[in-house]
């Protein structure tokens, strides 16, 4: 029972707020965002979905196309990089290998495109540590579509403003309000890493 008591307490002492999420404004030039756009609206299609036990729910109703790792996306997946490590290295010491997946281009539609409250994490994706959304409309584009974030201290308001980076721990709860009216676009990613222990 003494070690017990002497392991809890040496390590109260870190201040890690995993609930909380780093974010950067105006992360890409007007070139970039234009290459980023292109290179998101000429993958192919699909319909997001969520599957629960082999089911598809109607937690999330958006598109989204994958925009693979070649010589014409590098240098969007190296900026991500670039920043992801930066705000790791500033909130949370993740222990990191790499991209979970390909970089996710989501539409959400007016008239109710939304993906309600989620984790990033769960089977098949336990190793994911690091969530990245990028904001690519304007806000005064479409009404809703706010990107709230619960880490258990309450929901926050992410920033909504376009070219905007927001980056926080997969385990946060986390949704996408229902797009009212306009279009919403923005590009998600995931980064993995060893087990956590």
């Known amino acids: 029972m003494h070690e017990s008591i002497q392991f809890i307490t040496r390590h109260r002492n870190l201040n890690i707020d995993y609930s909380n999420y780093y974010y950067y404004t105006n992360a890409f030039t007007d070139q970039e965002l234009i290459d980023l756009k292109t290179l998101g609206?000429?993958?192919p299609k699909e319909k997001?979905?969520?599957?629960n036990e082999g089911k598809v729910t109607e937690t999330r109703i958006s598109e989204v196309g994958w925009i693979m790792p070649n010589q014409d996306s590098m240098w969007l997946y190296n900026k991500i990089t670039k920043m992801v490590l930066e705000?790791?290295?500033?909130?949370?010491?993740f222990d990191l290998l790499g991209y979970h997946d390909n970089l996710q281009y989501t539409t959400y539609y007016g008239g109710g495109g939304h993906y309600d409250w989620h984790t990033d994490v769960g089977p098949g994706m336990a190793n994911r540590k690091i969530s990245v959304v990028v904001q690519l409309s304007d806000p005064s584009e479409y009404t809703g579509g706010t990107l709230n974030l619960n880490g258990g201290n309450g929901i926050i308001e992410a920033p909504q403003e376009k070219n905007t980076v927001i980056i926080f721990p997969?385990?946060?709860?986390?949704?996408?309000?229902?797009?009212?009216?306009?279009?919403?676009?923005?590009?998600?990613?995931?980064?993995?890493g060893p087990p956590l222990r």
């Open 170 to 192: 997969s385990f946060v709860l986390h949704r996408v309000t229902p797009v009212m009216t306009g279009i919403r676009k923005s590009l998600v990613t995931w980064i993995a």
């Open 48 to 51: 997001g979905s969520v599957t």
């Open 41 to 43: 609206e000429n993958t």
């Open 87 to 93: 705000a790791n290295d500033t909130m949370w010491g």
